[in-house]
T-cell receptor, first 112, second 113 residues
C-alpha cells in the first residue's frame, strides 16, 4: 500500500459544482496534513492545512478522519480558476523536519 | 515579495555536462529541501538540510550533490546529467517547531539534450 494515495483523476466538473477529493494515508502516527494546489508547470502552493476539527476557508473545506486515516477536500461553487492538480501532503510529525510524503495529486478541470 | 527564489527558471544542459541549480530564501527558515518532480508524478525528495546538517535520501543517485553555504542559499549540483534527469527541480523551505507547510520556489525546469 502506498504511503499516501489519492483519488484517481482527472475530475471534470461544470462551473458551480461541488467536488470532493479524498486522500488516504498508511502511517497512523502521522501528525500534520496539508492540501497543496499545483498549476500546470508551476510549483505547489499551500492551499490549506488540515486540522483535526476540520477547517474551512471560503469555498474550501478540509476534513481529517484519523480513525479511517483519510483527509478530504471539498470545493463548493467551483470556478474555472480552480482547475489545477491538488496534492495531499502528510507529515509524520508536527513541526518536525522529517520528510513529508506527497500524494501523486488529483487533477481537477472545471468546465464552463 | 518572492520568498524562495530559484534560478534559473529554465535550464538546458548537455548530456554529461555538470549543471548547478540555485535556491535562495528570505524567510530565514532552518530547513531547505530539494525535490525532483517529473510529469504527472509526486515531488520526490532528493535531500534536505536541517541547518547545516545534510540528509540524503537513500535512493538519491550519487550524481546529485548539494551545498548550503549559509542559511539563505542552497545549491543542487548534477555532476553528469542524463536524459532521465530532465525534470522540474523544486526547492522548499520550512521552519521547524511550527505546523506550517512548506514554501516552494517556482522551480527550475531542466532539459537535457
Amino acid at each position: 500500500r502506498k504511503e499516501v494515495e489519492q483519488d484517481p483523476g482527472p475530475f471534470n466538473v461544470p462551473e458551480g459544482a461541488t467536488v470532493a477529493f479524498n486522500c488516504t494515508y498508511s502511517n497512523s502516527a502521522s501528525q500534520s496534513f496539508f492540501w497543496y494546489r499545483q498549476d500546470c508547470r508551476k510549483e505547489p502552493k499551500l492551499l490549506m492545512s488540515v486540522y483535526s476539527s476540520g477547517n474551512e476557508d471560503g469555498r474550501f473545506t478540509a476534513q481529517l478522519n484519523r480513525a479511517s486515516q483519510y483527509i478530504s477536500l471539498l470545493i463548493r461553487d467551483s470556478k474555472l480558476s480552480d482547475s489545477a492538480t491538488y496534492l495531499c501532503v502528510v507529515n509524520p510529525t508536527s513541526g518536525g523536519y522529517q520528510k513529508v510524503t506527497f500524494g501523486t495529486g488529483t487533477k481537477l478541470q472545471v468546465i464552463p | 515579495d518572492a520568498m524562495v527564489i530559484q534560478n534559473p527558471r529554465y535550464q538546458v544542459t548537455q548530456f554529461g555536462k555538470p549543471v548547478t541549480l540555485s535556491c535562495s530564501q528570505t524567510l530565514n527558515h532552518n530547513v531547505m529541501y530539494w525535490y525532483q518532480q517529473k510529469s504527472s508524478q509526486a515531488p520526490k525528495l532528493l535531500f534536505h538540510y536541517y541547518d547545516k546538517d545534510f540528509n540524503n535520501e537513500a535512493d538519491t543517485p550519487d550524481n546529485f550533490q548539494s551545498r548550503r553555504p549559509n542559511t539563505s542559499f542552497c545549491f543542487l549540483d548534477i555532476r553528469s546529467p542524463g536524459l532521465g534527469d530532465a525534470a522540474m527541480y523544486l526547492c522548499a523551505t520550512r521552519e521547524t517547531g511550527t505546523n506550517y507547510g512548506y514554501t516552494f520556489g517556482s522551480g527550475t525546469r531542466l532539459t537535457v539534450v
